[in-house]
């Protein structure tokens, strides 16, 4: 069973505006991490920004935010004053206590933003 | 530029051939996880390695393996190559290696492995 969904394969978003990636997970593990990660098409994973299962407040980093509603088990990466640079893929991903620490992904939403 | 060296940036080479892949983490990080990302199978776990341990084991091939050496570099091992196993080879090292559910993983650039 997929672990990790990104309902949106593609979204475009303008210059300045904020946009949403959506991610929810599936798990039945109390402690957990959830990340995002970006990937331009040159191809590097870059870390954005974590969750822990037991954070209560909302992870931020810079202009990323993580919209985290654990009992709805979504986990929804929010871009303030997207610039051209945030043009990538974005994947969601979830790191499990009792499933050996390895990340499982989602298959990614890709951002496109225009001037 | 994430702390995370992969050498070579790419590979081309033959079916039935034998490659290696080689991870230098970030210092002072102890685990290295390798990744295959390709275009039908998304971004899969291959293996994780410890302080020089083997700890967790995720899709890898039999004709895959890897290990990590005493000054904590790694290498992935590809042989008897098909068409399939073309994608992008990540390694990702973290410091715990998985003492926390939100220890960090930070990618290495890849390697993008091209079987003709």
């Known amino acids: 069973a997929q672990k990790i969904t990104q309902t949106q394969p593609g979204m475009f978003v303008q210059e300045k505006e904020a946009v949403t990636l959506d991610c929810t997970y599936d798990?039945?593990?109390?402690?957990?991490?959830l990340f995002w990660y970006k990937q331009p098409s040159s191809g590097e994973m870059i870390f954005l920004i974590y969750q822990g299962s037991y954070d209560e407040q909302n992870a931020t980093e810079g202009r990323y935010s993580l919209n985290f509603q654990k009992a709805r088990k979504s986990a929804n990466l929010v871009i303030s004053a997207s610039q051209l640079g945030d043009s990538a893929m974005y994947f969601c991903?979830?790191?499990?206590?009792?499933?050996?620490?390895?990340?499982?992904f989602g298959k990614g939403t890709s951002l496109l933003v225009t001037p | 530029d994430s702390g995370v060296t992969q050498t070579p940036k790419h590979l081309i080479t033959a079916t039935g051939q034998r490659v290696t892949l080689r991870c230098s983490p970030r210092?002072?990080?102890?685990?290295v996880y390798w990744y295959q990302q390709s275009l039908d199978q998304g971004l899969q776990f291959l293996i994780q390695y410890y302080n020089g341990e083997e700890r967790a084991k995720g899709n890898i091939l039999e004709r895959f393996s890897a290990q990590q050496f005493p000054d904590l570099h790694s290498e992935l091992n590809l042989s008897s190559l098909e068409l399939g196993d073309s994608a992008l080879y990540f390694c990702?090292?973290?410091?715990?290696?998985?003492?926390?559910?939100?220890?960090?993983?930070?990618f290495g650039p890849g390697t993008r492995l091209t079987v003709l």
């Open positions: 798990t039945s593990d109390q402690s957990y991490g």
């Open positions: 210092s002072g990080d102890l685990s």
């Open positions: 991903a979830m790191r499990e206590t009792n499933s050996g620490y390895a990340l499982n």
């Open positions: 990702a090292s973290s410091g715990f290696g998985g003492a926390s559910p939100t220890d960090t993983q930070y």
